[in-house]
């Protein structure tokens, strides 16, 4: 099957059978309307996370995502960074997935002008220990400064070592570590509302456990793993399960592009 059709009222499989929807890719104009943020009010942010997961619940596979995903699910990525304010991402995922600066995309080049975005997304990235390599592209070579988010207590020759490298250091915590709901909104008194984490897991744990997350974007691809693999969200558990009603569902090749929004 090579369909991709947006869901409302009907399921993938009654609207196949009606026979909505054409065999052929979205456009990059369609994709971002599709996942388009919300209206949001003076000095409000939103924060969705964009993850993948495999039909057995597993969110990477020799400890990256890539092996679970698909060409489909990197457009709808590029797409949802485009729409972005702000990447957030988790140190360890900075190491494991060889994370490069945002790129400007001339597709998405007249819809960010209109919204009051620059060129490309900022990356921000959270780590209480600041132990990254800031000889990497990421640091030395973005369009716009890369972003660290830490804590106070953070090690003062680890914060000096990537301001060197040109990345702005950001205390958004007491402690060592990040509080999450004030990581969203140090980046949004610095006019970036419209933030997208990517993980990895342990960080998208940290922003639901705080009640911090308000949509969730997964990929569920039609792959089974086994294993010990990590699932989209670790850490501790929340003392009531948070709800999510679904926004859309795309499907192609299998694979289901599922948008969820907290209630």
Partial sequence: MRRLFPVTDMTARETA??????AREWSLDELADAYVYPELPAGGSWLRANMVSSLDGAGQH??????????????IFGTLRALADVVVVGAETVRLE????????????????????????????????????????LFTGPLVPTLVLTGAAAPADRV?????????????????GVEPVRARAVLAERGLRRQLTEGGPRLLGQFVAADALDELCLTVSPTMTAGSAQRIAGGPSVAVPTRFAVASVLERDGFLFTRYRRI
């Fill in 17 to 22: 059978a009606e026979g909505v929807g054409e």
């Fill in 62 to 75: 020799d400890g990256r995502s890539q092996p679970l995903s698909s060409e489909t699910d990197m457009r």
């Fill in 98 to 137: 060889g994370y490069r600066p945002a790129r400007a995309r001339e597709a998405f080049a007249a819809r960010r002008a209109a919204a009051g975005q620059g060129p490309a997304p900022v990356i921000a990235v959270v780590s209480a220990s600041l132990d990254l390599d800031f000889s990497l592209p």
């Fill in 160 to 176: 000096a070592a990537a301001r060197a490298a040109g990345a702005e250091v950001l205390v958004a915590g007491d402690g060592a």
